[in-house]
């Protein structure tokens, strides 16, 4: 029961670095999503693809970009990695669109960007 | 615009009490869904419970209850008799109708059960 996977885990970045963190998941999930987590601040919303062929901006996006390659798998890239992204991040799924279907989150990779 | 207002940051305490999350919400939406998160200290977040605006019901699991009042905007998470298994930080959330997604995330409640 794999559900939602994202890798790396764990990640350390050094300022202007670029990377790209993947999620998969093998639910037949029609809408896929990335949060970030930081302290005091819950989870927000970077971006999300509400259907494969189709992304949107979240309450986030700034210095993140993304790509649904197809169904299952969503990826997020940071082009030039800056300390303010420092944080937790977590991919998620759902059945269909949220609010109706709750959504099935992975285990979060942490990155740090020194 | 909408919000998710947790107050409590944490909360301490002795297994076998009983606990309450608060949660308080705002939307402009006339329909919109409610749900609670548990992220134990593991990380992964686990989805507890989703509500619509139109069932105000409350709902018990086990454990678990919740009470949701539209009078009061409000929509808490009681633990009856807490156990040691229970200590996490948990979420509140809110998603409006025709949302795609934004679900907007209270800063969340960190509960400690202390044997």
């Known amino acids: 029961?794999?559900?939602?996977?994202?890798?790396?885990?764990?990640?350390?970045?050094?300022?202007?670095q670029s990377m790209t963190l993947q999620?998969?998941?093998?639910?037949?999930h029609n809408s896929m999503y990335w949060y970030r987590q930081d302290p005091g601040m819950g989870l927000r919303l970077i971006y999300?693809?509400?259907s494969?062929?189709?992304?949107?901006?979240?309450?986030?996006?700034?210095?993140?970009?993304?790509s649904r390659l197809n169904k299952r798998e969503f990826s997020l890239r940071l082009e030039s990695a800056a300390p303010s992204q420092?944080?937790?991040?977590?991919?998620?799924?759902?059945?269909?669109?949220?609010?109706?279907?709750?959504?099935?989150?992975?285990?979060?990779?942490?990155?740090t960007v020194l | 615009a909408q919000k998710v207002t947790q107050a409590q940051t944490e909360i301490s305490v002795v297994e076998k009490e009983d606990v309450t999350l608060d949660c308080v919400y705002e939307t402009r939406d006339t329909t919109?869904?409610?749900?609670?998160y548990k992220q134990p200290p593991s990380g992964e977040l686990v989805f507890l419970i989703r509500r619509n605006s139109f069932d105000e019901q409350n709902e018990i699991s086990g454990r678990y209850s919740w009470n949701f009042q539209k009078s009061t905007s409000s929509?808490?998470?009681?633990?009856?008799?807490?156990q040691v298994v229970d200590s996490a930080v948990y979420f509140c959330a809110l998603s409006e109708r025709g949302s795609q997604g934004n679900l907007i995330f209270g800063k969340g409640t960190k509960l400690s059960v202390k044997p």
Do not use: H
Request: with cysteine.
């Open chain 2, 75 to 82: 929509f808490n998470f009681t633990i009856t008799a807490s």
């Open chain 1, 48 to 50: 999300y693809s509400a």
């Open chain 2, 32 to 36: 919109y869904y409610l749900f609670w």
């Open chain 1, 23 to 28: 999620c998969a998941q093998d639910m037949n």
């Open chain 1, 86 to 111: 420092t944080s937790v991040y977590f991919c998620a799924s759902s059945r269909q669109g949220t609010p109706t279907g709750e959504l099935f989150f992975g285990e979060g990779s942490r990155l």
């Open chain 1, 52 to 66: 494969e062929g189709t992304t949107d901006k979240g309450e986030v996006p700034n210095g993140y970009n993304v």
């Open chain 1, 1 to 16: 029961n794999a559900g939602v996977t994202q890798t790396p885990k764990f990640q350390v970045l050094k300022t202007g």
